[in-house]
């Protein structure tokens, strides 16, 4: 295995936690806050680039570094308040790739929730009731999110990067199989 930039941006701790869960199960691996990550990325075989979301999308420092990453093969850790499983929570790994420099491969996702922002929360327990984030729902769902990342989410963001890990070794093993059929087949021509 090659070695893995762990890559994050973290204002509550949470994307932190989940940061170096993921760079030390991962072994070889460098960590950074994403205000001091490299910009030349060659030296990793795989980018880990973990955030938390604001507006349904990476945070903005994140989503500027995230621009600058080329070529590279990347997986995505978020933390947010949201359900897991959530539309919103969902789609901001689209809007992540989107904000990807060319020639990337995502290889795959993670997302746990996260204790929100007290002063965000203390926004959000004085809207309005046309603000889509209040209401006895959201209140219900941010006492949940107040106690994560937890035990459980650590010990997923390890089982992550082990399936991973195997997801690479399996990628491998593939194309170098097509690399070989591929040989075959042009040394059977250059013999006719």
Not at 164 to 177: D, E, G, P, Q
Request: overall charge positive; glycine content about 10%.
């Amino acid at each position: 295995m090659g070695k893995w930039a762990v890559i994050y941006s973290s204002v509550t701790g949470n994307t932190r936690q989940i940061a170096e869960a993921i760079a030390e199960q991962a072994g070889d691996a460098d960590l950074f806050r994403v205000q001091d990550a490299p910009h030349d990325l060659s030296g990793y075989e795989v980018v880990a680039v973990g955030y938390w979301l604001r507006l349904g999308r990476p945070d903005p420092m994140s989503l500027k570094y995230l621009a600058g990453v080329k070529n590279a093969t990347v997986l995505f850790f978020q933390t947010h308040g949201a359900l897991p499983d959530s539309e919103h929570a969902i789609t901001s790994f689209a809007r992540a790739g989107y904000a990807l420099g060319e020639g990337c491969e995502i290889l795959g996702t993670f997302g746990c929730q996260g204790k929100i922002n007290p002063a965000l929360l203390e926004r959000r327990k004085q809207s309005g009731p046309d603000d889509p984030h209040g209401g006895p729902e959201s209140m219900e769902r941010w006492k949940k999110a107040a106690s994560h990342p937890d035990a459980k989410d650590i010990a997923e963001a390890k089982a992550f990067v082990d399936s991973m890990k195997k997801k690479l070794v399996m990628k491998r093993r593939f194309m170098a199989k097509m690399q070989a059929k591929q040989d075959a087949l042009r040394a059977g021509k250059t013999q006719e």
